[in-house]
């Protein structure tokens, strides 16, 4: 137990390997100790090791993310079918990468490789960037002699996915986007310009319009209580975001929520869908059992709902139940998705049924985000008009007020 929670580190090493030559790299481990007595067992005779020193920046700017390990995978895929050995495709890959952490990766993979360590298992000691699903078909692809095939599907997939994940975030983003641009425009005006007005306004000595007045009274609440707003709003989303890494009940809550929200949970739901049958179709197509790729495919479908639909459905299956009926008895899916699945089944052409459904409902999600964006824009234009354009009509009410008395 101790093992698993002890505090990881990154040292940077260097040795000389069994044949004589230079070797180096970046090793995680607990303590310089245990990396010199994992390089021995390696072959590899420790020479300088050291702890890599931490870069907030790098952290935030230099980490790998889903588009790099797609294309590590497509790469890696290419130079194996094309007879390069295993160590030297991952050296020339690392050679080629300008990302550090990336390449440093890459680099301790190929020295965990070249010491005998399955691909697989050099994988999953990074399991932020290899989770349980890339492992593992992985490990399928060197047992049965297809590492290329699988590592090609291994991108295919991560490009869809990335596909859908991205879209979805564009359309989250782009409301609130200028949603929060409308509303820092709006506190400026109140703290810095409606106060000039308020003033010039004071020397009339003539009670002001109502939408003028509520407007005043909204600027000085905000010069008075301001700080303390933006302060109250910075603690919640801390605490909120805090309580939401802690709290599985919360995570479990907002999942729930997000699907129901209007217009963006049928959305959510569909994506949902289309990477449970996009993952499934591809680790099942992969020769992965059925029942073992469930367990990977809950991690997959981003939703604690649907995730937890699947872990119910892999028990259900592991004793003897067809996939569809299991599916049927969450209430989570169509009928037609539950159909074809049973199809699938009983014609034994599930992974191609199941790519079909993920074809389906990625197309899908795709039309109703753009649908959806289409809808956006004019609405969020009449708020911005609605919004900024009612501020500025309200301050000068006052003096189209004056200048019809002049007038008259």
């Known amino acids: 137990m101790a093992e698993q929670t002890a505090k990881l580190e990154h040292f940077i090493w260097q040795g000389v390997d069994k044949k004589g030559n230079k070797a180096n790299g970046v090793m995680e481990a607990e303590n310089s100790a245990v990396v010199k007595a994992e ?149 400026i005006l109140m703290i810095f310009v409606v106060p000039a007005f308020a003033e010039l306004f004071g020397s009339f000595g003539a009670e002001l319009p109502l939408p003028t007045r509520v407007v005043i009274a909204m600027s000085e609440f905000l010069q008075t209580w301001g700080w303390v707003i933006l302060g109250g709003i910075v603690v919640s989303v801390y605490l909120f975001i805090r309580a939401y890494k802690k709290s599985a009940a919360l995570r479990a809550a907002m999942s729930r929520l997000s699907l129901k929200l209007p217009i963006f949970g049928g959305i959510f739901t569909k994506g949902a869908m289309a990477r449970f049958a996009r993952t499934l179709s591809t680790m099942f197509g992969a020769g992965v059992p059925l029942v073992e790729a469930m367990s990977s495919v809950s991690g997959a479908v981003g939703n604690v709902v649907y995730a937890k639909a699947v872990l119910e459905m892999r028990d259900q299956v592991a004793t003897g139940q067809p996939l569809n009926t299991a599916m049927r008895e969450t209430e989570l899916f169509p009928n037609m998705m539950i159909q074809m699945t049973a199809i699938g089944e009983e014609a034994g052409s599930l992974d191609s049924m199941l790519a079909k459904v993920a074809d389906f409902f990625e197309e899908q999600v795709n039309d109703a985000i753009d649908a959806l964006s289409s809808l956006m824009e004019p609405i969020i234009m009449a708020v911005l008009g609605t919004l900024i354009g009612g501020l500025v009509i309200a301050m000068y009410m006052p003096i189209f007020q004056m200048g019809s008395v002049v007038g008259g």
């Open 39 to 187: 390089l021995r067992r390696r072959g590899i005779v420790p020479g300088k090791i050291k702890k890599k020193p931490n870069s907030t920046l790098d952290k935030l700017f230099n980490k790998p993310n889903a588009g790099d390990i797609a294309v590590f995978s497509r790469q890696l895929a290419t130079m194996i079918n094309s007879g390069v050995p295993l160590v030297s495709a991952l050296e020339i890959i690392a050679a080629g990468i300008e990302k550090p952490s990336m390449r440093e990766m890459i680099v301790a993979i190929k020295n965990d490789v070249g010491g005998g360590t399955p691909l697989a298992t050099a994988m999953g000691r990074y399991p932020e960037h290899f989770d349980e699903l890339f492992c593992n078909l992985v490990n399928v692809g060197e047992q049965s002699g297809a590492l290329d095939i699988l590592l090609k599907n291994i991108a295919e997939y991560k490009e869809r996915m990335e596909s859908i994940k991205s879209k979805i975030k564009k359309a989250m983003f782009y409301p609130v986007a200028v949603i929060a641009i409308a509303i820092i425009i709006t506190v």
